[in-house]
């Protein structure tokens, strides 16, 4: 079983899902001008709007409900697999992924948002929603709502799962049957109260997890402040390809740098377009932007601390693929994951360090089901809608659960390679659709910086910005010009329009 799951991975995260993943990215940072750059600092006072409706969630608690799905076991044992595989150059390079990700992230999820729709009296989006509505392509629209389901639903949450319990039995020596019960429990009680209480929950948890782990990070890298600087150089030497040791395997760097970047922040697979679309706000760019903050904590600080903290301790060995012998071997026979990192805590909180990750861990991989099942159940709902299936939702609950559990006592190596497989698939079809999807997200940006410029608080008409298919939002932005936001003055709205005419054709 596991070598034909093996073998499917290596079909699919070939070179071609890291060139596609790098052009992707590429291709948007170009087109939008910098967006993930530009908009820093306007992305930070965006997470401070706290508006929520009975349809919809804060955008603040959508960023944190997509953070809980990004920031995840790979953000601790993923790294870790990079380094085993691509050497420390592999941190480099998951950085520029990270970096060019913002792009893609941002497209995704301004379309998430243009296309949503109610359903329920919820907001509900998604990669199918706007495959469906901006492409116009239902078929491939259900075939990619299916691939997700069965992804987020199946594949994928054994990783999460077994990773705690893994990490509770060499921390605190429990059973990984105890520890797949109470994780099976209290994502229960999580997942039968819906949205609201999901994105409560991660709203709470997700930044105190995070500020710890950067916190932890700094005090590792004060701790041994003597090789911080040797450590980065050996980063960028390995990733360049100058490294007398690590030389000879850019391109192992490169692709694992991309793999494990992918895998932890998503961008460009389309998980984080059904929180986006969930959340309550006056123009789509706004949670495009909110989401392309979203890839910073995620990879560049989250992934790196975990990153910076295994090189510079030498906690870590380095085997890359297809080698017998390995080409560094701080950590003789401990194997790539979060034990290299419990290591390398352990050498400033002794015997606590164990026991700090492993909570860390849990909080990582628990937020992110929370954030998985939310996703599966998001196609159900589409798919239901086209299927007339509604006992799927229930049934789904309960797989979803069932999958938790198994995964905590099931073999890792499997249950990463069934992860990457989901991870892959969605990203394929994801970035192809948001390609082909350029213009309504351009647009959208284009009418966005035209507001901007004005002086207004950004509100959302399709018909001035030239979108087609998004009809909810002409309600919306009725509702939000009735109460006075983004109205503009009679000379400027004609200059708007005279802006649209001239550039929303291109």
């Keep these: 079983m596991e070598a034909i799951v093996n073998t499917i991975v290596g079909y699919i995260w070939g070179n071609a899902l890291v060139v596609l993943s790098l052009g992707v990215g590429l291709y948007f940072t170009l087109a939008t001008r910098g967006v993930q750059f530009r908009y820093l600092i306007k992305m930070v006072c965006l997470l401070k709007e706290n508006k929520a409706s009975k349809e919809g969630i804060s955008s603040f608690q959508a960023f944190c409900l997509a953070l809980s799905g990004r920031v995840g076991v790979g953000n601790i044992a993923g790294v870790a697999t990079a380094i085993a595989a691509g050497g420390p150059g592999a941190i480099f390079w998951m950085v520029v992924m990270g970096l060019l990700g913002g792009a893609s992230a941002f497209i995704e999820s301004t379309l998430a948002q243009i296309y949503k729709q109610r359903s329920d009296d919820q907001y509900r989006g998604g990669s199918p929603y706007y495959i469906e509505k901006g492409l116009k392509l239902k078929p491939f629209a259900i075939m990619v709502a299916a691939v997700i389901c ?152 989250v992934c790196t601390a975990s990153g910076l903290m295994i090189l510079v301790t030498n906690m870590y060995n380095v085997f890359p693929d297809g080698s017998a012998t390995a080409l560094v071997e701080y950590v003789p026979g401990v194997a790539a994951g979060t034990a290299w990192t419990q290591m390398a805590v352990s050498t400033v909180f002794t015997s606590a360090g164990s026991g700090f990750v492993s909570i860390a861990v849990f909080l990582f991989a628990f937020t992110t089901l929370m954030a998985y099942y939310y996703i599966a159940e998001t196609t159900i709902v589409y798919l239901d809608r086209k299927l007339r299936y ?83 939002w002409e309600d919306i932005s009725r509702e939000y010009h009735a109460q006075g936001v983004g109205i503009e003055p009679k000379e400027k709205q004609n200059k708007g329009m005279e802006y649209q005419e001239r550039e929303g054709k291109n």
């Design 150 to 301: 069965l992804s987020y639903g199946v594949l994928v949450p054994g990783i999460q799962a077994n990773t705690i319990a893994d990490s509770f039995q060499s921390s605190f020596n429990l059973p990984p049957i105890a520890t797949g019960s109470i994780v099976t429990v209290l994502m229960a009680w999580l997942i039968f109260g819906g949205i609201k209480r999901i994105a409560s929950a991660a709203d709470k948890i997700v930044p105190i997890m995070a500020l710890a782990y950067i916190v932890m990070m700094v005090i590792i890298l004060g701790s041994h402040y003597e090789q911080v600087p040797a450590m980065f150089s050996l980063i960028f030497r390995s990733a360049m390809g100058m490294d007398a040791v690590f030389g000879g395997i850019i391109g192992t760097a490169v692709s694992w740098g991309v793999r494990r970047a992918v895998f932890s922040n998503v961008a460009g697979a389309g998980e984080a377009t059904f929180s986006s679309a969930a959340a309550e706000v006056s123009h789509p760019v706004k949670q495009g932007l909110i989401q392309a903050f979203s890839i910073y904590i995620d990879t560049v600080v």
């Design 390 to 472: 509604p006992i799927l939702k229930l049934i789904l609950k309960f797989v979803f659960l069932i999958i938790v559990f198994i995964g905590s006592v099931q073999s890792v190596s499997l249950m990463w390679s069934l992860g990457d497989i989901g991870f892959g698939s969605m990203s394929y079809l994801n970035l192809i659709a948001i390609v082909f999807l350029s213009k309504p997200a351009l647009r959208a940006l284009r009418d966005f910086e035209r507001q901007e410029k004005l002086g207004v608080d950004p509100v959302f008409d399709p018909k001035v910005a030239g979108v087609e298919n998004a009809e909810l």
